[in-house]
C-alpha cells in the first residue's frame, strides 16, 4: 500500500523561506529511518505556488491560471510517498513525522492512500497505465 504524506503550506513556505537547519537535521533523520526500513518511496519540498500555475476546465478546455493562489491552507509544500503494509503501519510512521515547520508552529499533514490500478478493474486503458508504471512502453527514448 502507497501513501503519499502532505504538508500543508503557510505564509512561510509560500514566502520561499528555506527551512533552518535544526527542522532539516530533524526531517532528514526521520527519512533516513523511513529508507533503513525500506519504505521510502519518494520525498521533496515543493516551491512557492507564486512559480507554479493551475489549468482550470470549463467546457472540456483548460486554461492556465498563473500563481500564487491566495488559500495557502489547501497548498501543499511538500510531500513524502511510502509504501507499506497496511494503514495502522503508515499511521504510525506518519505519527513520527517531525513537525514540519518547526516544533513552535501550528501546521498540518495529511495523508492519503494512492490508488493502485489493481483497485480500477480490468480494461485495455488500465493496461496499458501498468505499462507505463512499469517502464515498458515501446518507443522509449
Known amino acids: 500500500m502507497r501513501f503519499m504524506i502532505m504538508v500543508r503550506s503557510n505564509a512561510i ?35 512557492p505556488s507564486s512559480k507554479g500555475w493551475r489549468v482550470h476546465y470549463r467546457n472540456g478546455k483548460g486554461s492556465v491560471i498563473d500563481g500564487p493562489f491566495a488559500e495557502t491552507k489547501e497548498l501543499i509544500a511538500g510531500y513524502t510517498l511510502i509504501q507499506v503494509r497496511s494503514r495502522e503501519e503508515a499511521i504510525e510512521w506518519t505519527r513520527r513525522f517531525p513537525a514540519p515547520f518547526g516544533e513552535e508552529m501550528e501546521c498540518e499533514i495529511e495523508v492519503r492512500q494512492l490508488m493502485e490500478l489493481d483497485e480500477l478493474g480490468p480494461s485495455e486503458a488500465v493496461e496499458r497505465f501498468r505499462k507505463l508504471e512499469t517502464g515498458h512502453t515501446q518507443g522509449r527514448a
Open 13 to 47: 513556505s509560500e514566502s520561499g523561506a528555506m527551512p533552518e537547519e535544526k527542522l532539516m537535521a530533524a526531517m532528514t533523520v526521520y527519512h533516513e529511518e523511513l529508507a533503513k526500513a525500506g519504505v521510502l518511496l519518494d520525498a521533496t519540498g515543493l516551491h
